[in-house]
């Protein structure tokens, strides 16, 4: 019976290409924290030993490794553990879960409040941003703080998304109420505010602004900064039916994540 069982356990082990378990061996190595950001990695050929397979069927795994930007390959030096920098395509609504498990590393969400108020509640400055027409989607906006009819409740949510226990972006999050009505009853350390609000307000467009800023005492504490160190501030409108469903202030610490784009 014992030697039944290890059969059985020898095939499902064997059941991944060698190259897939290569991978998964390099990752686990990563993510248990025994092999940092910047560390130097085994070389291919003490690879291909251990796993008794090819150089060839190594030098696949690292290479879609550092395609996925988990690691780094440096000619003539060898391959090193990769220093995360996320990268966010602006021009998109993206999901910053699906794009951290994309670099392998593991997502959590923490929510740290969650509450429906009343529009006088909010900040002017917010409210402006709530209640600006599609025809202006100025950033800064200029005009009065008058309310359309029916943006009498405003749904409020912030958050911490999570990378490898470590806090990546700080959400601050505005919503409509009349809207999306159920938007405040999810558990949001399980759905994604972004996806939920396109699934239930199709996104006609939106607005938004980048700057490189002080961390603010609440951001600080979020993201584990001091106080006033380099942080990167994504502030955003988006529209459904011509009216502004939601606006989001992303925060990120300066050195640990990149906005990029394709131009």
């Known amino acids: 019976m014992s030697k039944k069982k ?3 356990s020898k095939s499902n082990s064997r059941a991944k290409p060698a190259y897939q378990r290569i991978k998964d061996s390099i990752l686990k190595n990563i993510h248990s924290g025994k092999w940092q950001a910047g560390e130097a990695i085994p070389t291919e050929h003490a690879l291909a030993d251990k796993f008794s397979v090819s150089r060839m069927t190594v030098n696949r795994a690292l ?3 550092s395609e996925e930007r988990v690691l780094h390959r440096r000619q003539g030096s060898g391959t090193f553990v990769a220093q995360q920098q996320y990268n966010h395509t602006v021009v998109e609504v993206r999901n910053i879960a699906a794009d951290i498990k994309a670099t392998g590393k593991q997502y959590s969400a923490q929510v740290i409040s969650q509450r429906r108020v009343a529009a006088s509640e909010v900040s002017p400055r917010i409210l402006a941003l709530l209640t600006q027409p599609m025809l202006d989607i100025s950033p800064t906006p200029t005009t009065g703080l008058e309310r359309r009819e029916g943006t009498d409740l405003i749904d409020e949510v912030k958050l911490v998304h999570i990378a490898n ?3 990546l972006q700080y959400e601050e ?3 409509d109420a009349s809207l999306v009505p159920q938007f405040i009853e999810q558990d949001f350390s399980v759905v994604n505010t972004s996806d939920y609000l ?3 307000a199709p996104l006609q467009g939106g607005s938004y602004t980048i700057r490189a800023v002080a961390a603010p005492k609440p951001v600080a504490k979020a993201l584990d900064l001091a106080v006033g160190a380099p942080a990167l ?3 955003r409108q988006t529209f ?3 009216r502004v469903v939601t606006f989001v ?3 990120h610490a300066g050195d640990s994540y990149q906005i990029s784009g394709t131009l």
């Open 6 to 8: 290890t059969m059985v």
């Open 63 to 65: 290479k879609e490794l």
């Open 165 to 167: 226990g470590k806090p």
């Open 173 to 175: 999050r505005w919503v």
């Open 198 to 200: 396109i699934q239930q």
């Open 233 to 235: 501030l994504l502030s």
């Open 240 to 242: 459904s039916a011509g």
């Open 249 to 251: 202030n992303m925060w």
